[in-house]
């Protein structure tokens, strides 16, 4: 585990660095979107604003996941992270429908604003937001720390949008073409979130990780030398990086010895296929071959 800390610490370090940038760089968005009556700048601070808030949840989380088990938690706190993706990911599409709310009014009623200004902070912005994707992808990245990315990968392209707007508006002189950006930006905000939410509700309830086939688990380990079955196979994830396992194996013409160094084989063999470091394998020993045998010798015998 003290390999998974030590990326814990430094997803910490990073998550605080670019909470720092995002909040600096939300305020003057808001700022200056309030001074020249623009949505899409508006829609880009309030948005930036919910990224700060994420990354102090996903903060808070990769400490909570730091912790050991205990007696009330005896698998640990790895999970906490799934349950901030799962937060960041439910901000975002309920941001996004703030978006749709404000600007079918905006399109409704159209507002007077600057194209340059809006062009100027918006190229600002994609510099601003690129540099803390680079300090979050600076090695590993868990799914806490993959949502994060995502948000702020959204805001570049929030800024692109808001850019096509301020162009259209000195082209055209159409303010309408503020609120009709923000609506892009909004269902790319839904689109992408949809994968990390679905991610978070998975591991949340237990579901066998994306990259793992259980039938190819099963097969590994009903491969294994006197094996007979395989049963009440489950396979979930403790953290980002821990796949538990837990099964019952029927065990042919196996002495106890012969059981215990099968089932350290199995598990060998599943944490090297399969990544799988916490295994818990029960072994049953099938007697019908033996009660057979016996029945037939005692008919022979008769």
């Not at 090297?272 to 015998?301: M, P």
């Amino acid at each position: 585990m003290d390999g998974e800390q030590g990326m814990q610490s430094a997803s910490t370090t990073r998550i605080g660095g670019a909470f720092i940038i995002n909040t600096i760089y939300s305020i003057i968005l808001l700022i200056v979107g309030l001074l020249v009556g623009s949505l899409a700048i508006i829609s880009n601070g309030e948005h930036s604003i919910v990224d700060s808030f994420s990354f102090v949840v996903a903060y808070v989380a990769a400490r909570v996941s730091k912790k050991e088990a205990n007696p009330k938690h005896t698998y640990g706190y790895g999970l906490s992270i799934y349950v901030s993706a799962f937060t960041n990911a439910a901000l975002l599409i309920g941001f996004a429908i703030l978006v749709f709310y404000f600007g079918y009014f905006r399109i409704m009623h159209p507002l007077p604003t600057s194209g340059n200004v809006i062009i100027a902070t918006s190229a600002v912005g994609i510099g601003v937001s690129g540099s803390i994707v680079l300090l979050l992808r600076r090695g590993e990245a868990d799914l806490n720390v993959k949502s994060l990315s995502l948000h702020v990968i959204i805001d570049v392209l929030t800024f692109i949008g808001t850019i096509i707007a301020g162009i259209l508006i000195l082209v055209t002189g159409d303010y309408v073409f503020d609120p009709l950006i923000s609506f892009f930006v909004g269902f790319v905000m839904i689109f992408s979130a949809y994968g990390i939410l679905r991610d978070s509700i998975h591991a949340l309830l237990e579901g066998v990780p994306p990259w793992i086939e259980l039938n190819k688990v099963r097969e590994a380990i009903q491969k294994a030398p006197n094996v007979g079955g395989v049963h009440d196979l489950h396979v979930w994830q403790l953290s980002s990086k821990e796949i538990a396992l837990s099964c019952h194996i029927t065990m042919r013409n196996c002495e106890l010895e012969e059981c215990t160094d099968a089932v350290f084989d199995i598990k060998s063999d599943l944490k090297l296929r399969f990544g799988i470091s916490h295994a818990t394998i029960e072994s049953e020993v099938d007697t019908s071959h033996q009660k057979h045998e016996d029945l037939r010798i005692t008919q022979n015998h008769d």
